[in-house]
């Protein structure tokens, strides 16, 4: 495997990061997880844009111009010979001295990663998977702006880790007042009654990608979707819900703390919106 770090590309037991790099030592850093499906990099342009508003919220300059991040990208995955992929792209504050100061940094890492990922076995995608609310709450937006997508992951590591103890794969992770933020990796969604919502980011939302396309995809099929509050009984006695995420892509979800979520088998507005989204992977983006 080929990595791509700081301008050059390197086998993989030679792609090494400094201990003193700030990404490494407080997690000082940005990321983007990107797919290529079929030789097409889905929304690249998007996840640069997000990339480049995470760098500027947290006082990162990046080091290559879009369209050197782009190239870089989509280089990575031909030097592997990819055509259908999950791409790590990662910009880190860079080497500095022990202290939390980011301007002893000089310079930022950059590395991408282009590799496979299965984030959830097929039969869950077919049946639905069983999910937990988990007692680790998400961060404060005022605390951690859920907009800016850090290296900063151990509150969602610490609910993973819940969600596991409780036999789950993933788990929804409560904001401080009480109402769903997101799940550990991924954005939830739930239809009721015909309309589709899902939480706002200023409830701890990742504003994701294949969020963002969802909201596109419920245009094109006539379903009215919209931002708003949500706890987890209104996930209990929703009609249908599902996930999204870069990895996770659109999978059902069937059942919350061991209740029935409509009659227990994905709905049609979810089968509807997956298929949509299949359709659009290979056609909106940047070929390699």
């Known amino acids: 495997m080929k990595i791509y770090l700081d301008g050059k590309f390197v086998d993989e037991a030679d792609a090494k990061v400094s201990v003193f790099?700030?990404?490494?030592?407080?997690?000082?850093?940005?990321?983007?997880?990107?797919?290529?499906?079929?030789?097409?990099?889905?929304?690249?342009?998007?996840?640069?844009?997000?990339?480049?508003?995470?760098?500027?919220?947290?006082?990162?300059t990046l080091p290559l111009t879009r369209a050197e991040m782009s190239e870089a990208t989509a280089e990575t995955c031909r030097q592997n010979g990819l055509r259908d992929a999950y791409i790590r792209l990662v910009v880190t504050r860079?080497?500095?001295?022990?202290?939390?100061?980011?301007?002893?940094?000089?310079?930022?890492?950059?590395?991408?990663?282009?590799?496979?990922?299965?984030?959830?076995?097929?039969?869950?995608?077919?049946?639905?998977?069983?999910?937990?609310?988990?007692p680790t709450r998400r961060i404060n937006p005022s605390a951690l702006p859920p907009t800016i997508k850090s290296l900063n992951y151990l509150n969602n590591i610490l609910a993973k880790i819940e969600a596991r103890q409780f036999g789950a794969l993933e788990a929804i992770m409560l904001n401080d007042q009480g109402y769903v933020a997101e799940c550990t990796a991924d954005n939830i969604f739930v239809v009721h009654k015909g309309v589709?919502?899902?939480?706002?980011?200023?409830?701890?939302?990742?504003?994701?990608?294949?969020?963002?396309?969802?909201?596109?995809?419920?245009?094109?099929?006539?379903?009215?979707?919209?931002e708003t509050n949500l706890t987890r009984y209104d996930v209990w006695c929703a009609d249908e819900c599902f996930l999204t995420g870069t990895g996770a892509e659109v999978i059902p979800v069937v059942k919350l703390d061991g209740r029935d979520i409509g009659d227990g088998r994905p709905g049609d507005v979810t089968r509807r919106v997956a298929a949509s989204f299949k359709r659009r992977v290979r056609i909106e983006g940047t070929k390699i």
Not at 204 to 224: N, S
């Open 196 to 226: 589709l919502a899902t939480p706002s980011a200023t409830q701890g939302a990742l504003k994701g990608i294949t969020r963002g396309a969802v909201f596109d995809i419920a245009a094109e099929l006539g379903v009215p979707v919209r």
């Open 21 to 60: 790099d700030h990404g490494v030592l407080y997690g000082d850093g940005v990321f983007e997880g990107i797919r290529l499906y079929d030789g097409n990099i889905f929304r690249l342009e998007e996840h640069l844009e997000r990339l480049e508003y995470s760098a500027k919220a947290i006082l990162l």
């Open 94 to 134: 860079g080497v500095g001295d022990l202290g939390l100061s980011p301007w002893s940094c000089s310079k930022p890492t950059v590395f991408i990663i282009a590799s496979k990922i299965a984030l959830y076995p097929q039969e869950h995608y077919d049946k639905g998977l069983a999910i937990v609310t988990v």
